[in-house]
């Protein structure tokens, strides 16, 4: 296969940034995305040239350390996958694609596709911990939790920080990322604790980080690779006024 | 201090455009209910229309409701406007996601709608409520309905009010159902039915308030 590429290049946060065109030869369908991306930048450097910046480490699905747009969707067409485990077989030959990095005024771009996420880092250090010590492993079972509640929980503990709901989102609001860790701290009894304080502290952290308000259109949803539910949202919601009211 | 503090965060405001915006479906489902009652000629009409003039609770109520307005108004641009720059930069390339997202004409056009929604407010107030003023000669009412009739003898009128009814129809079939789920009153087995009975209550409204023109016009 042949993918003709337009990838946003930017030398550093300072740099304005521009698209560059590259084609890509002889790719192969089992390739993932970053494989031809590590393809692409082996002719680059063999000729020279800077390579594409981008994030990349399990490569797996799981680590949430690669995302950026494919031609206008975050992580790419496929639901449910980060960018690692797109596969070329998706797309065509001869195929033009835009690559843009996630665009909101909380993630800086550092370079090319790479962007600084570390505005979620201190939302979570915001709430998004408990501070109870638990001590050691406990035995199985020996806090009774319902199986439907511990499945909610890790439905929601699911999230893996990519940022791709803050990429789809028209308002670049962070709500579903902080939603999904305050609805799985909120559902175990270790997170009661700090339950109130929790949800205040965290959303005022993500308003003070520059994230946008909620659109409620649920674009995040559709594109997040852990496909975490817009339920999370309308639970953050509920927890922020019982927390305000309680306060 | 404490209430407006924690009203402008954006999940604070999110719940002060839900719950100003329920109110005024709220209002509209009461609105519509009265004005239907023009369906049953002009005496039912005047009289309905009489009972709420001479209400002394109506001024009170009138000042509740602009107050309720304008929060939901002022409310939104401040989130637009935060929006705007929370996305400096925007993307060249950006495709509506499709499955699950809840992405529409009418949630994307939420500010737009609105705007024009106001404008008609206006123009519709200025119409009726400080419109010309007839007088049944029988009860000493004001007739409204004579107004009524009047005003949707033009064609022009009635696509105007049917176009503006369209926008509020398409204001709220985003508007209720996102009303819920900014309260958190959007439990996941209740997703999809909240949904539709968000999208039918915009439908009645809009179908309900675009008939009495077209009635008007093609019947009387």
């Keep these: ?247 | 201090m404490k209430v407006l503090q924690a009203l402008s965060t954006s999940t604070g405001s999110k719940i002060l455009v839900a719950l100003t915006g329920l109110a005024m479906v709220g209002f509209l489902v009461g609105h519509l209910a009265g004005n239907l009652l023009a369906l049953f000629g002009p005496d039912i009409y005047n009289e309905y229309s009489h009972a709420l003039i001479s209400n002394p609770l109506l001024v009170p109520v009138e000042i509740g409701l602009v107050a309720i307005l304008v929060m939901h108004m002022g409310t939104a641009v401040r989130m637009v406007l935060r929006a705007r720059q929370a996305r400096p930069t925007r993307y060249a390339v950006k495709k509506w996601a499709g499955g699950a997202s809840r992405k529409s004409v009418a949630s994307t056009s939420m500010i737009v709608t609105g705007v024009l929604i106001l404008l008609f407010l206006i123009s519709h107030l200025w119409t009726f409520k400080y419109g010309a003023w007839y007088t049944d000669p029988t009860t000493g009412y004001r007739d409204l309905y004579t107004l009524l009739v009047e005003v949707f003898r033009s064609p022009f009128n009635v696509v105007f009010y049917v176009i503006c009814m369209l926008l509020v129809g398409m204001h709220l079939r985003h508007g209720i159902s996102s009303a819920f789920q900014s309260l958190g009153l959007m439990p996941r087995s209740w997703t999809a039915r909240i949904l539709r009975a968000g999208a039918a209550l915009a439908l009645i409204l809009g179908i309900g308030f675009a008939l009495i023109p077209i009635y008007v016009y093609f019947v009387l």
């Design chain 1, 1 to 247: 296969m042949r993918i003709h590429l337009r990838i946003w290049r930017q030398n550093g946060p300072t740099d304005q940034g521009r698209f560059e065109n590259h084609t890509v030869e002889s790719v192969s369908p089992d390739m993932s995305f970053l494989e031809m991306l590590d393809t692409l930048n082996e002719t680059l450097i063999r000729q020279g040239q800077e390579p594409v910046a981008f994030d990349s480490d399990c490569r797996e699905g799981i680590c949430g350390t690669c995302g950026f747009l494919v031609d206008g969707q975050p992580h790419g067409p496929d639901p449910c996958t980060t960018v690692c485990q797109l596969h070329m077989r998706r797309f065509k030959d001869g195929d033009h694609l835009t690559l843009e990095p996630w665009r909101a005024k909380a993630f800086p771009v550092l370079r090319d596709l790479v962007v600084d996420r570390s505005a979620f880092d201190r939302i979570i250090q915001a709430g998004g911990y408990t501070s109870v010590n638990t001590g050691g492993a406990p035995d199985g079972n020996a806090v009774p939790i319902a199986k439907q509640t511990a499945e909610a929980a890790f439905d929601s503990a699911q999230c893996i920080g990519c940022g791709a709901c803050v990429a789809a989102c028209k308002n670049a609001s962070a709500v579903l990322f902080t939603s999904a860790k305050v609805t799985h701290m909120a559902l175990l009894p270790q997170g009661q604790v700090e339950r109130h304080t929790r949800v205040l502290n965290m959303v005022a952290r993500m308003d003070l980080e520059g994230f946008g308000p909620c659109s409620n259109e649920g674009e995040c949803e559709a594109v997040c690779p852990k496909g975490i539910s817009l339920a999370n949202i309308a639970t953050l919601n509920r927890e922020w006024w019982k927390a305000t009211l309680l306060k």
